[in-house]
């Protein structure tokens, strides 16, 4: 079939996602032909011109679609289907021929197939159909993604508590869990607002109800709204369905609203009213919809502040301060440190398959003298790096980010030199850096911190005091 490669169909960008697609077909051009309209539809294309090429193609490479002539040289399409799905069920078969009878069809669709398409065919028709199977590998794909996700989900722990501090927060939060209430945390960035607000909901009167959370700085100004309130078909430009907001999929249990200090004021004024009467309306829409949601408020910034300036509504301050519970900083929490590291630790460990279980002496030390600007978040990310680092059972101090480095080179005592008469100036450097390897316990990137030389330069000395001896 003559075909044309500036024919409409082929100006479709290339998308992100690419799927294995197999053609089995006797006819090279018609081969060529289906390859190409695959690849402009996201698929890796991968041609077999007989049923024993393609047997072979469909164990050896695993394809997620396969396009199949029915009456092929050396056997039937047939085989193929049944092949593709005994190998796999989810394999998606589309079979393209001049000769099938009813009866060949109604098999066919016993064994799995996904359509039948007949000679001649029309491109623009297969175009659609492979269109529509890639859409549907994104969606399988989404959807083990999220088995997954879910099959690894452990039940949420508690927040460490073991700083009298912590122990007051969670105190406060046990009050409050039981009540209709709306909660308003306030902290610094990364220290866990999400974590506590995710153990309100889970000591709440319905644990099972649903969960969500919005980081409203993290979403366009003016999408906020929208994805809080939801949305008609036709609102606005993209808008070809209708969508449902998470104050709408949270209803019966907890939605969190993050960053809320970000939030423009005309959200803010919706987000009062639906405070004030617990009822919304879709953006774009005129039906009043109840919802009861309870809604947790998170700020990295004091609010009053920016009621003073402006930026932030009276009215709405006054409704979500009722119930203001503050999180500490986690240099405020010290007893809590090595816990959360030790958490953090196991955590990691599983998730790699790593034998990590301990922090050494030293590197505790490291982490109790460090001020953590980035707070637990910052900890999470430092010890995900050193359990990937550590070869053995420990986190040495060696594994920590230099920035955690709290290595001081003790002087030179009369007792631990032992230098010749008339030493050289080459053997005082090498007994200097001897010593300063010993306290950074070996670690040559650190001790060529610590004398103010390249790396390169401290592994050529050595190297050359190897050779010298």
Known sequence: MPHNKDHAIFDKPQPDQWFKLLIIEDEPD?????????????????????????????????????????????????????????????????MITGYASLQDAIDAFKFGLFDLITKPFDVQMVKNLLDRLHEYQQHYRRMAQMEVR????????????????????????????????????????????????????????NPKAPYFELNCAAVPENLVESELFGYEKGAF?????RKLGLLELASGGTLLLDEINSTRLEVQAK?????????????????????????????????????????????????INVFPICLPPLRERPQDLIKLAELFIHLYAQRFHKSVHAIS?????????????????????????????AKGDTIELAHLPGELHQTKVPALNNGQVSLPEEASLA????????????????????????????????YRKLQQQKTEH
């Open 427 to 458: 053997e005082i450097e090498l007994l200097w850096i001897h010593h300063v390897l010993e306290a950074c316990q070996g670690n040559k990137t650190l001790a060529a911190q610590k004398l103010g030389v390249d790396p390169s330069t401290l």
């Open 271 to 319: 987000l009062l009213h639906f405070l004030q009467n617990q009822t919304l309306v879709r953006v774009g829409g005129s039906e009043t919809i109840k919802v009861n949601v309870r809604l947790v408020f998170a700020t990295n910034q004091p609010l009053k502040p920016l009621v003073d300036a402006g930026q932030f509504r009276e009215d709405l301050y006054y409704r």
């Open 361 to 389: 002496p030293k590197a505790i030390e490291a982490l109790n003298h460090y001020d953590w600007p980035g707070n637990i978040r910052e900890l999470e990310n430092i010890i995900q790096r050193s359990v990937v680092l």
């Open 237 to 241: 430009t993209g808008a070809s369905h």
């Open 150 to 205: 879910l099959a690894q989900l452990e039940k949420p722990l508690a927040p460490i508590s073991e700083s009298p501090v912590m122990i007051d927060v969670l105190s406060q939060i046990e009050q409050v869990a039981q009540l209709d209430l709306s909660v308003l945390i306030t902290g610094e960035t990364g220290v866990g607002k999400g974590v506590l607000a995710r153990y309100l909901h889970d000591s709440g009167v």
């Open 30 to 94: 018609m081969a060529n032909l289906l390859a190409e309209v695959a690849q402009q539809a996201g698929f890796e294309t991968t041609i077999a011109l007989n049923v024993q090429q393609g047997l072979q193609q469909l164990s050896n490479h695993s394809p997620q679609v396969v396009l199949t002539d029915l009456k092929l040289p050396d056997g039937s399409g047939m085989q193929v289907v049944e092949l593709a799905k005994q190998l796999d069920a989810q394999i998606q078969v589309v």
